[in-house]
């Protein structure tokens, strides 16, 4: 059992920058493909980021590629995403993800532990 709590999120002007972290509970963290999805209002939740748990391989979603970064420290038991370069497009609720599959998954459906969000606003 796995239990996720996001952080950092907030209001930035575009261009700017926010690190969101999403601390998780349990002794195997290590050993979970960890995400990022966001759901902003009318919309489907959106795959954003992932980070494998073997080899630490990544993968972005189309629109975040050269923004974002996806990060994790196993001894912290925390996963991070670093946005750069914000745009009023990138708000919506984020949510951090879990799941014990290896591999990179890119369907909400692939995950089986979630966060309650954590909402980002970029203003114009």
């Known amino acids: 059992q796995v239990q996720l709590e996001e952080s950092g999120g907030g209001l930035v002007q575009a261009g700017g920058s926010l690190r969101l972290s999403c601390a998780a509970s349990?002794?195997?963290?290590?050993?979970?493909?960890m995400a990022w999805f966001r759901q902003a209002p009318g919309k489907e939740r959106e795959f954003v980021a992932a980070?494998?748990?073997?080899?630490?391989?990544?993968d972005y979603g189309d629109s975040v590629k050269g923004r974002f970064t996806i990060s994790r420290d196993n001894a912290k038991n925390t996963v991070y995403l670093q946005m750069n370069s914000l745009k009023p497009e990138d708000t919506a609720v984020y949510y951090c993800?879990?799941?014990?599959?290896?591999?990179?998954?890119?369907?909400?459906?692939?995950?089986?532990?979630w966060g309650q969000g954590t909402q980002v606003t970029v203003s114009s």
């Open positions: 980070i494998s748990w073997i080899g630490g391989g990544t």
């Open positions: 349990g002794r195997t963290f290590s050993r979970y493909t």
């Open positions: 993800a879990a799941t014990s599959k290896t591999g990179i998954y890119y369907r909400r459906y692939d995950y089986n532990y």
